[in-house]
C-alpha cells in the first residue's frame, strides 16, 4: 500500500528542486485538498473536464438559507426624492416585489414589498403593548407573549398597495418592468388573532362604528377601519409565512385587513380606538383618496379591485424562437374574494381566451393563470382581464380614464397590455 | 301531515345546531389574557385627533412664532414659506384640483384643521417627531393655516379654536365606501 510519502515522492518534477507542475494545486484542490493525496491525482483522474462542483463537495448549510450565488433577484428600491416626506432623509421608502422574476402565488418574505412613510421602527417585542379603548366596555392592553396564546388564526392573502400602478396614470407608458408597474403587490400566509376576539374581550359598545389604528413608528401612521370590516375577517398578523413578521412588515405585530388597501393594515400595531366615526387622518385624506376630474376626491376606497398582470412573457425576457409554443402565466387577484375567470388576448383585446386558473383558487390571494400561445413571429399584444366571484370585471385602460380621469394617483387596476414584436422583443404598451 | 312535521323537526335541529357552532367560534373561546388598560396607558399611545378637536393636546400658538420655527426645523425639506422642496409643497394649489395641473397641499386639499395639527405634532420634524412642545406645534400650524390664507393674521390657534376652522376643501370628499358612487364607476 502507498503510503502519502511514496505519493509526495511520486510527484514528477518539472525543474530541478522540487518544483512541480503548476497545475497540481488546481487538481488537488478539486479533488477535495490536500487530503486528497491519498488519491492518484495524477493518473488520468475520470473528473477531467467536469463540471468544478462534481469534483468537491460543497458549503455546509446555513442557519438562515440564503438564495443561489447566481441569483440576483432583488427588490427595487425607490430613488430619493420620490417620496412626498422626502427621503432624501433616511426612513421613507419603497421597496417592490419583482413579479418578472417569481413563479408561484405565494412571495418570498425577503421580497415581499414594503412601504414605510417613516421608517422601519426597531422595535423591542417586550417594550411592545397593544391596547384597545374608547368605546369599549374594558379597555385591554396585551403584550406580544400573550397573544401567543390565543386560537391562531391563519390565511393566505394578498396585500396591495393602493399606489400599485400609480405610473400607468401617466400619459406614456415607459417600459416598465413588472416590479415598477405592479411591485407593490405580494402574496403570503399570515397568521395571528382574530381582531373580533379581542374587540369582543374588551366588549364593544353599540355605538362603535369605527376603529382607529395607529402604528409605533416615528409617525404614529393611523387608518379608521369600519367596525364591520374588524369583526369580519380583520386579525392581529404576527407570523409571516410561518416565521415572526420581519421588521418591515411591522414586527412584531400588524393589523390585516383582507383585500383592503395596504396603508390600512397598520404595522407595528399598538392602539386600537373604537369610536363613532373616522378620525380623517393625514393618510385617509392627503394620501390614498383618488383625485377626480370634477375636482372632488374618493376617500375610503377601501376595498381593493379586481386586477390581473401578465407575468411571463414579459419585457425582462425576448422571445427565442417563432413558431413555438409559450406558456403565458400571470396573476390575478379581487380585494372582494376569489378570482372566478381569467381571459387571455394576443391581439390586444380583439378576441379572448380562458385561462387555466392554478388550484386551489382561494378568496383574496394571489391567483395565478397559464394558458399555451403559439407564436407565429408577427406582431402581438398579450393582455390578461380577471373576472371576479362577485362578476366585477377588470376595466379596459380606456373605460378606467374615461370614468375616474387621470389624476386619481391611486386604484389603477385596468388591463395590462405587452407588445411583442417581430423579433421577439417585448415592451410594455397603452392598449 | 308527517312528511311536514318531520321537516320542521329538521329545520329547528338545522337551528339550533348553527347557533351551537356560532356561538363556538366566538371569542370566548380564547384564554383572555387581557390586562386592565389604565387612562395613563391609553394616553401613551392614543395619538389621533379628531375633526371636532377631540385629543386636542392644551396650549396654544400664533403664526409669528410659527414663522420662527418653520424656519428652523422646516424648511430645509418643504421649502421657503412652505413652497416645497424635497418634500412636498404645503401652500397654494386653491382653485387647482379640477384642473390639468391639480397642486394639492395642506391649504387646497386638507378637509380638517385639527388633522393637519396632529400630523406634525406627532410626525415632524421628520428626523426628530415630538421633540417640540404643543405650543409649538400650535404655532407652526397657525402659520402654515396663515401661509395659506386660511386664517386672518394674528389668530390665536388651540384647541378651541382649530375645530372651528373652515378648510376650503372641506367638502371635496366623496366616501367610496362600500362602493365606488356610480357617477364615477365605469
Known amino acids: 500500500m502507498m503510503t502519502k510519502q511514496d505519493q509526495l515522492d511520486d510527484l514528477p518534477p518539472v525543474a530541478a528542486n522540487g518544483l512541480l507542475d503548476r497545475r497540481l494545486f488546481m487538481k488537488s484542490l478539486a479533488l477535495g485538498g490536500v487530503g486528497t493525496l491519498a488519491a492518484p491525482v495524477l493518473a488520468n483522474p475520470v473528473g477531467e473536464g467536469q463540471l468544478p462542483w462534481l469534483l468537491a463537495p460543497g458549503q455546509g448549510a446555513q442557519s438562515y438559507g440564503s438564495p443561489s450565488n447566481y441569483e440576483q433577484l432583488a427588490r427595487r428600491i425607490d430613488p430619493p426624492g420620490l417620496w412626498p416626506e422626502g427621503n432624501t432623509i433616511a426612513g421613507s421608502s419603497s421597496a417592490y416585489t419583482p413579479h418578472q422574476g417569481l413563479t408561484g402565488t405565494y412571495t418570498p418574505s425577503g421580497l415581499h414589498f414594503e412601504i414605510n412613510h417613516h421608517g422601519i421602527p426597531d422595535i423591542d417585542p417586550d417594550r411592545h403593548t397593544l391596547v384597545i379603548h374608547g368605546m369599549v366596555d374594558r379597555p385591554l392592553k396585551f403584550t406580544t407573549e400573550t397573544l401567543d396564546f390565543y386560537p391562531t388564526v391563519t390565511r393566505s392573502h394578498f396585500m396591495e398597495c393602493s399606489g400599485n400602478s400609480w405610473l400607468l396614470w401617466e400619459d406614456e407608458p415607459g417600459d416598465l418592468l413588472l416590479d415598477e408597474s405592479h411591485g407593490l403587490l405580494s402574496g403570503s400566509e399570515w397568521s395571528g388573532v382574530s381582531l373580533a376576539a379581542l374587540l369582543d374581550e374588551a366588549g364593544v359598545q353599540a355605538e362603535g362604528k369605527w376603529i382607529i389604528a395607529e402604528g409605533a413608528d416615528s409617525g404614529t401612521l393611523s387608518r379608521s377601519i369600519p367596525m364591520e370590516k374588524a369583526m369580519d375577517d380583520s386579525f392581529i398578523a404576527l407570523y409571516q409565512n410561518g416565521e415572526r413578521l420581519r421588521p418591515g412588515q411591522g414586527y412584531p405585530m400588524r393589523l390585516y385587513n383582507p383585500g383592503f388597501e395596504g396603508n390600512t393594515s397598520v404595522k407595528w400595531l399598538r392602539s386600537l380606538r373604537v369610536t363613532d366615526r373616522p378620525a380623517m387622518t393625514k393618510f385617509e385624506t392627503a394620501n390614498y383618496t383618488d383625485l377626480m376630474p370634477d375636482g372632488k376626491a374618493l376617500q375610503f376606497s377601501l376595498k381593493l379591485e379586481v386586477k390581473s398582470v401578465i407575468t411571463r412573457p414579459s419585457n425582462a425576457t425576448v422571445l427565442p424562437k417563432k413558431n413555438a409554443v409559450y406558456e403565458v402565466t400571470g396573476l390575478a387577484w379581487s380585494g372582494s374574494g376569489r378570482i372566478r375567470k381569467v381571459e387571455v388576448s394576443a391581439d390586444g383585446g380583439a378576441t379572448w381566451a380562458e385561462a387555466e386558473l392554478q388550484g386551489p383558487v382561494l378568496p383574496i390571494m394571489l391567483t395565478r393563470f397559464r394558458l399555451p400561445w403559439r407564436w407565429d413571429g408577427s406582431p402581438a399584444i398579450l393582455q390578461s382581464r380577471a373576472t371576479d366571484e362577485t362578476g366585477r370585471v377588470q376595466p379596459t385602460r380606456t373605460q378606467l380614464l374615461d370614468a375616474r380621469g387621470k389624476h386619481g394617483h391611486y386604484h389603477y387596476h385596468a388591463i395590462h397590455s405587452w407588445g411583442v414584436d417581430a423579433n421577439g422583443g417585448i415592451a410594455h404598451v397603452y392598449a | ?186
Open chain 2, 1 to 186: 301531515m308527517k312528511t311536514e312535521e318531520s321537516l320542521m323537526y329538521m329545520r329547528n335541529w338545522i337551528l339550533f345546531l348553527t347557533i351551537a357552532l356560532t356561538t363556538c367560534v366566538d371569542g370566548a373561546d380564547t384564554p383572555e389574557l387581557g390586562q386592565p388598560a389604565s387612562e395613563a396607558d391609553i394616553e401613551q399611545v392614543f395619538w389621533s385627533v379628531f375633526p371636532d378637536g377631540e385629543n386636542l393636546p392644551a396650549g396654544s400658538g400664533l403664526a409669528v412664532d410659527g414663522k420662527a420655527l418653520f424656519n428652523i426645523y422646516c424648511i430645509a425639506c418643504h421649502g421657503i414659506e412652505g413652497a416645497g422642496l424635497t418634500a412636498v409643497a404645503l401652500v397654494g394649489g386653491q382653485g387647482s384640483l379640477a384642473t390639468d395641473t391639480p397642486l394639492k397641499t395642506i391649504g387646497s386639499y386638507r378637509p380638517y384643521a385639527p388633522t393637519i395639527f396632529k400630523y406634525i405634532r406627532r410626525s415632524m420634524p421628520y428626523i426628530a417627531p415630538m421633540s417640540l412642545s404643543n405650543d409649538d406645534y400650535y404655532a407652526v400650524t397657525a402659520y402654515l393655516l396663515e401661509l395659506n390664507g386660511i386664517l386672518e393674521p394674528g389668530s390665536v390657534v388651540n384647541a378651541e379654536t382649530l375645530p372651528k376652522v373652515r378648510m376650503p376643501n372641506r367638502d371635496g370628499f366623496v366616501n367610496a365606501y362600500p362602493k365606488v358612487p356610480r357617477k364615477y364607476d365605469y
